[in-house]
């Protein structure tokens, strides 16, 4: 979707409020729920997404426009995604989109869990467990250094091991 086409993902400007998204299963899209893709002016509030399952997209949730509001992702699994959560992938150009609080997740088998700059907003990432994956991702923070913005609380890390690489010019074969 390129600039300007925002018009088709929203009525009159009116932004989307208090949206529960329960018990879903979101299968082999590019992104399997993306907040605020373009266009709209005012941020979106109360979005929350529960109890529901993401296998083989690209991106479990983005969000796409920075100062959202009350972003909850509760109890969903991931499974084979490149990123879990990403707001730097789509949407506007803004670089702050909310990082959505996380409280219970499972995720499996997924490149990395985020690609993010968690920006100046606190976001708190709690009983987030994964494994097989190759690491939390991309982790950037544009706020001022005195901003606690990410905050992990009782989460299981069992990230996938990978081999060494050498380079061929190092490699000896005496």
């Keep these: ?92 150009g803004d670089a702050w989109g909310e990082v959505p609080s996380i409280r219970g997740a499972t995720v499996g088998a997924t490149k990395y869990l985020f690609n993010l700059d968690a920006g100046c907003a606190p976001a708190v990432i709690e009983g987030l467990s994964c494994d097989s994956t190759l690491g939390l991702g991309f982790i950037r923070s544009s706020g001022p250094p005195s901003s606690r913005s990410l905050t992990f609380v009782g989460c299981t890390f069992d990230l996938a091991e990978t081999e060494r690489s050498i380079d061929t010019h190092l490699l000896s074969t005496a």
Excluded: W
Excluded at 51 to 63: L, P, R, T, Y
């Design 1 to 92: 979707m390129g600039r300007g086409e925002g018009g088709h993902y929203y009525r009159n400007g009116l932004p989307s409020r208090s949206i529960s998204i329960e018990q879903c299963s979101f299968y082999r899209f590019v992104v399997g729920v993306i907040v605020a893709p373009a266009g709209a002016e005012t941020p979106p509030e109360d979005i929350r997404i529960s109890d529901s399952s993401f296998e083989q997209n690209k991106i479990s949730v983005a969000v796409g426009l920075g100062k959202s509001q009350n972003l909850v992702l509760r109890n969903v699994r991931s499974f084979g995604n490149q990123f879990f959560v990403s707001t730097l992938s789509y949407g506007a």
